[in-house]
């Protein structure tokens, strides 16, 4: 009877280590996806100033448009350092935006356009925003399967028991979820 009640015990520690080591395994790839985002964002953060210094040179009277992305640079190094997942998707948003009213408004600048080094710039920046949406997508894919995990039995015993925290989605700012006119688009 000992043996039996031993290897019962024995199977259901090894069941519970499985399972912490699983969850760990999950909580991991949730830091992981955030370091990954924010390489990209320190790429990105390096790499606006240069786009600002080009356009500078050609855009004289756009300075309202410049002084926003530097604007949104910061509140998107704020939110990063803060770890605020809500206020990075809120920064990011802004960041985007701007960047958009940006390159939108380059096109009125001939010569800005024909600079290879704006050329340059924008393309890097452009593929640095599809990268950090993959790393975004990627982050909330690792959140859910974290939060699925710790609230699913038995994994939930096992979670409460070693406090494994829940962690919040990084949303879309409602500027980002609104439609966009495309008539006013095509009249400005």
């Not at 974290?146 to 925290?165: C, G, M, S, T, Y």
């Amino acid at each position: 009877m000992e043996i039996i009640a031993l290897v019962i015990f024995a199977v259901l520690a090894l069941y519970i280590i499985m399972l912490y080591n699983s969850l760990v395994s999950v909580k991991n790839n949730i830091a992981k996806a955030w370091s990954n985002i924010e390489i990209l964002l320190k790429q990105r953060h390096d790499e606006l100033p240069k786009l600002i210094d080009t356009c500078k040179q050609y855009m004289k009277h756009e300075q309202d448009t410049l002084e926003r992305v530097m604007l949104a640079r910061s509140q998107v190094s704020k939110a990063q350092q803060s770890h605020d997942v809500n206020a990075l998707g809120t920064a990011e948003g802004a960041l985007r935006t701007g960047l958009g009213h940006l390159f939108a408004v380059a096109e009125a600048y001939p010569e800005l356009k024909a600079n290879e080094n704006f050329l340059h710039l924008q393309s890097r920046i452009s593929g640095l925003e599809n990268a950090i949406a993959d790393r975004r997508e990627f982050y909330n894919e690792s959140v859910n399967i974290n939060n699925v995990r710790i609230e699913q039995f038995p994994d939930l015993l096992v979670a409460k028991l070693f406090h494994f925290p829940r962690f919040e989605l990084m949303r879309f700012a409602s500027e980002e979820l609104r439609d966009i006119d495309i008539g006013k688009r095509f009249n400005s």
